[in-house]
Every structure is written in C-alpha cells, then in structure tokens.
C-alpha cells in the first residue's frame, strides 16, 4: 500500500456501457479484472493507447516473469503505471499519482489517453467509476487518503493502519487487503 499514491484503474467504457453505477462492488471489481473473461478480455486496449501509456513515464522497471509492466517516474515517491497480463493479455492497468511529487501535467495527458481510448476511472479502494475528466478527478483526489498523506502524513499513515487492522479481521475484505497490500 502507498499512502502517498491516488491510484486510478482503468476500464474500458463498452464493458460497463453507458449508464455508470454508483459504484462497483468487490465482486464486480473481482469479474472485471479476471483474466479470461474482464473487461480487458472482450475489449483488449489498442496498441496505440499502450504505447502512449508506456511512454507517460521514462523508466521501465520489469518484474521478475513479465506478467507486469511497471514504468515509473526518475524521482522517489513519484508516478508508477503497472500493466497486468496474463498470457500475455491485458487484464488491469493502473495509474498511480502522488500529489507531493508529480506536476498536474502527467495527470492531464494520463486523462487524454483513456478518454482517447473510451475508457473511465475506477477507484479500486472506493469502487467508484467516472469519466477521465480532470475537475471530477481533482475532486476526488481532494478527497484522497494521498492528498491527506501530502498536507498530514502521520494522520494517512496511522489512518491507513487502522483501515488495515479492521480489515484484517473481516474475511470479505481480502481482496481488498491485497489491493492495498500490493499496490
């Protein structure tokens, strides 16, 4: 878990259609991101958008396996972007921005790409899908335990252990605990 990090999944439109949900639950997260039949599976990004996506930040650090892309910013605490596969298919791409150490700029041109690619926004901790549009975004990310890491960090970190102990000893949130735990 990053405290520091506002961390966006991204999801193609034609999976969820064009009514939006309020919000996702766990169990809808869990069918979209599975490899075989998720919303990447009917609706694989195109090359086009992956290459702009690679290319948000300068550093690929590959883990080991080759099932996650991961490219990262060139200071500490910053942006990652991780794209999952499983044999070799998309499953789930996610975005990660930190307030304290990224400019507005890569949040913009990260925005222009999903809308370019017909995708929304999942706030996997929240479950919460929206349009990539930037004043809906900041509105969010206002809200975020990493803007509460960016203006109180000792309150996002013992926030964020709280979270985790209540967590732990409800066995409906492990996959949300390893959400967090992994990301």
């Given at each position: ?63 080991p396996g080759g099932d996650v892309e991961e490219y990262v910013c060139s200071g500490d605490w910053g942006a990652d972007i991780r794209v999952w596969k499983d044999l070799g298919r998309v499953w789930h791409i ?90």
């Amino acid at each position: 878990m990053s405290v520091h990090h506002y961390e966006l999944a991204v999801v193609p439109r034609a999976y969820i259609g064009h009514q939006l949900p309020a919000k996702m639950s766990e169990a809808d997260i869990q069918r979209g991101e599975d490899p075989s039949s998720g919303w990447w599976a009917a609706h694989p990004p195109s090359e086009l958008f992956l290459s702009g996506i690679r290319a948000l930040l300068p550093h690929a650090r590959p883990w080991p396996g080759g099932d996650v892309e991961e490219y990262v910013c060139s200071g500490d605490w910053g942006a990652d972007i991780r794209v999952w596969k499983d044999l070799g298919r998309v499953w789930h791409i996610a975005f990660r921005f930190s307030p304290s150490a990224d400019a507005w700029p890569l949040m913009q041109r990260f925005l222009a790409l999903a809308r370019g690619e017909q995708c929304l926004l999942l706030e996997d901790w929240s479950g919460i899908v929206f349009e990539p549009d930037e004043k809906i975004v900041r509105e969010r990310l206002v809200s975020s335990l990493a803007m509460q890491f960016f203006h109180d960090p000792m309150g996002a970190i013992v926030h964020s252990a709280k979270v985790l102990k209540d967590d732990a000893g409800d066995p409906k949130n492990e996959l949300q605990i390893g959400l967090r735990q992994g990301s």
